[in-house]
């Protein structure tokens, strides 16, 4: 099994709806991140979580909500979707330590 | 904004042939990361630089750091076909709280 799991793998939403992107890890560990990835823009930071407690926006967290269900779950949600917020999300974790970051497969996101 | 920036773009060579990709960043860091990106799927960490360091060596990779100039390189050697990917800096610099800044990659080709 995967170190860190992204569901769905890919998902198409109309303009407007609520979608929710899920992750889990078997990391153990306390640190979680959810990126967004687009085309010549790199990764960029949306929120993340230093335990369960703890929440923090990242670079770009307009229209998007997070919740830290437990230690190993991050969900990202997006309260009303729109158009440019196609992209590919990445949640990941680290040790506190942040000598290396595990990242899930992505979650291909399409709003039409 | 983001942190690291990676030269070149995109870098097409032939097989056996050597790749280098550099990285520059804007302040003063704890450690910086390497990441590669096979099209579309997670990110996996391939090294890490200290900021006390210089050079490090893993397999065919060689990273080096210059905290005067801020910047990084990494050299992958020998290159294969297999090698094609977008590979990423990524750094922990001041005003991250923490987290890790992604450039925008360099896409490798690596022709056969």
């Known amino acids: 099994d995967a170190d860190v799991t992204q569901t769905p793998r890919n998902r198409i939403t109309k303009t407007g709806k609520r979608i929710m992107l899920e992750c889990s890890q078997t990391k153990g560990h306390d640190r979680m991140y959810w990126y967004r990835q687009d085309p010549g823009l790199g990764l960029r930071l949306i929120y993340y979580?230093?335990?369960?407690?703890?929440?923090n926006k990242g670079e770009i967290s307009d229209g998007y909500s997070v919740s830290r269900q437990a230690q190993a779950k991050f969900s990202l949600s997006l309260e009303s979707a729109i158009p440019n917020q196609t992209a590919l999300y990445f949640c990941?974790?680290?040790?506190?330590?942040?000598?290396?970051?595990?990242f899930g497969q992505g979650t291909r996101l399409t709003v039409v | 904004s983001q942190q690291g920036e990676e030269d070149p773009q995109a870098l097409s060579i032939q097989e056996g042939e050597n790749a280098t990709m550099n990285c520059s960043y804007k302040?003063?860091?704890?450690?910086l990361q390497w990441y590669r990106q096979n099209s579309g799927r997670g990110l996996v960490h391939l090294i890490l630089?200290?900021?006390?360091?210089r050079e490090k060596h893993s397999g065919r990779l060689r990273v080096t750091l210059d905290t005067s100039k801020k910047s990084s390189s990494l050299l992958i050697t020998a290159s294969r076909a297999a090698d094609t990917a977008s590979y990423f800096c990524a750094t922990d610099g001041r005003g991250s709280q923490g987290n890790l800044i992604f450039g925008k990659g360099t896409k490798l080709s690596v022709k056969p």
């Open positions: 979580s230093f335990d369960v407690k703890d929440i």
């Open positions: 630089i200290r900021s006390n360091e």
């Open positions: 990941a974790t680290s040790d506190q330590s942040f000598s290396e970051a595990f």
């Open positions: 302040t003063s860091i704890n450690n």
